[in-house]
């Protein structure tokens, strides 16, 4: 059934999208896969807290550096664990690879 007289067309066409179930900003049904976005911002912000962690002239703030590393791995991996799409699980490979390269590259002291 097609829509009504004119009145229905305009006020279709001014509703917001998002009262249909649309979220703003994408076009058709389909959900935007936004794992690419997930990785790389989580990648991003494991380099960032490693590299704050090691900086000796940081010293002041290695511990709640440390202690938002611990939170941030510790939900990384949790997170992982429930996985259950293959895809998914392949696409955090590189950061897996990263989180282990960086935590050995601490120094004993540290970590003791």
């Known amino acids: 059934k097609k829509w009504g007289g004119y009145k229905e067309r305009c006020l279709v066409k001014q509703t917001p999208k ?17 794992l690419k976005q997930e990785t790389s911002s989580l990648a991003c912000g494991l380099r960032i807290l490693f590299r704050m962690y090691m900086d ?39 950061l897996l690879l990263l989180f282990l390269t960086k935590v050995l590259k601490i120094n004993d002291e540290r970590v003791s």
């Open 18 to 34: 998002w009262m249909f179930g649309i979220p703003p900003g994408f076009k058709g049904k389909s959900k935007p896969n936004l």
């Open 56 to 94: 000796e002239s940081r010293t002041s703030a290695w511990e709640e550096v440390q202690q938002r590393l611990l939170n941030v791995c510790s939900e990384a991996l949790s997170y992982f664990l429930t996985l259950t799409s293959e895809s998914h699980r392949e696409a955090w490979t590189n």
